[in-house]
């Protein structure tokens, strides 16, 4: 029997991802082919709608974070073997800590002064939500997707309770808080390009952006230079082996999912501290189950997470002017093309590697004969 060709990198975290999305918007072309518009104005007006001026790159970009704190979860836990699906719930939790540490500081710090501790509250409340999962999973055999999935549950009734009967602001009906003081909010994108002298429209792209953007390369030296990400790793790939090796699988897996939820649990400072200034319900919107996508479109290497997560703000920012655009697309539309992106990026991931790894077994048989 021959051996299985591995793809080169680059054809797994370029090539494969670039093939799916191709195949995603073909079909997305005959679902609006069939609907009586023409998918090539759609197409111009989604990427005009996500980068065609400076509002909607803002938009776009504030999108991207959420998806990169997402996928950033998603993928160290599936390093170790295990498939988080709880992001949802753990970036609700998350956000729950984040909005009480500044409930409880907003009228005496400033948001520098506050920033750092809402990141710790951030990956403590998510973390912990998440590690709870980890030890069932590690240490009584539960299984990590049907656990995070009930806990997506619990977290969302856990929040309507809280902000029906303990955070609602005083006399009003609407389940919210009391808005932040106005210098614990984080600097919002035109704020800080206006430091620099540069003229940029208001959007909801803020401070949090930057912060992503760090949280991808650390955990890229986390996950590949360091012994714990050597040990999750390793847990990931053949759990026996790590025994051999002096690893604790069940302590990995555990600390693992803690880790994982603190990163669902960061989407809490783009939403709570950078955008709505206050604890609301549903400020989550969905942003934990795409971060699965996500996660899956950039092979679980933050780099490809960051570009995956720039598709899907586009999508996201984009597909709102489809809907402004054109009689026939509608929301509900948007959201199947939005689908079908993240079918053929998630569970259609590997669909293409057959076809690819003949192509390059070809390719490397054909480079040695003429070696």
Do not use: C
């Amino acid at each position: 029997m021959s051996q299985p060709i591995k793809l080169p990198r680059w054809v797994d975290i370029g090539v494969i991802p670039a093939l799916n999305i191709l195949a995603a918007l073909a079909v997305s072309a005959l679902v609006i082919l069939s609907l009586g518009e023409d998918p090539i104005e759609a197409l111009d007006v989604m990427l005009y709608g996500a980068f065609g001026y400076d509002e909607a790159i803002g938009y776009t970009l504030y999108y991207t974070t959420n998806f990169i704190f997402t996928g950033l979860a998603v993928a160290v836990a599936f390093h170790a073997g295990l498939f988080n699906i709880g992001g949802e719930g753990q970036a609700y939790i998350g956000g729950l800590g984040v909005g009480l540490l500044i409930l409880a500081l907003d009228r005496w710090l400033p948001w520098y002064a506050i920033l750092p501790l809402a990141i710790v509250a951030a990956a403590l409340f998510g973390g912990a939500w998440a590690a709870v999962p980890g030890w069932l999973q590690a240490y009584r055999g539960s299984h990590i997707v049907i656990t995070t999935i009930m806990f997506n549950f619990i977290a969302s009734a856990l929040m309507v309770h809280l902000m029906v009967n303990v955070l609602i602001k005083p006399g009003q009906m609407s389940p919210e808080s009391r808005e932040f003081a106005e210098s614990a909010w984080l600097p919002l994108g035109h704020e800080m390009f206006a430091a620099l002298g540069i003229d940029f429209s208001r959007s909801p792209l803020n401070f949090s952006f930057l912060i992503a953007l760090l949280a991808s390369g650390l955990v890229a030296i986390f996950i590949w230079r360091t012994r714990w990400g050597y040990a999750i790793r390793t847990v990931g790939r053949n759990e026996t082996a790590a025994v051999y090796a002096g690893i604790d699988p069940k302590k990995t897996v555990f600390l693992t999912m803690a880790l994982s939820g603190a990163l669902a649990g960061m989407v809490g400072i783009n939403e709570i501290m950078g955008v709505q200034h206050k604890l609301l319900l549903n400020f989550t919107a969905g942003y934990g189950f795409t971060g699965i996508a996500v996660s899956l479109m950039g092979r679980n290497h933050p780099f490809g997470i960051v570009l995956a997560s720039l598709l899907f703000g586009a999508l996201y920012q984009g597909g709102a002017e489809l809907d402004f655009e054109f009689e026939q697309i509608t929301r509900d539309m948007v959201v199947v093309i939005q689908g079908l992106i993240i079918l053929f990026s998630g569970a259609l991931a590997y669909m293409f590697n057959p076809m690819v790894a003949r192509l390059a077994g070809r390719f490397a048989a054909a480079r040695g004969q003429e070696g």
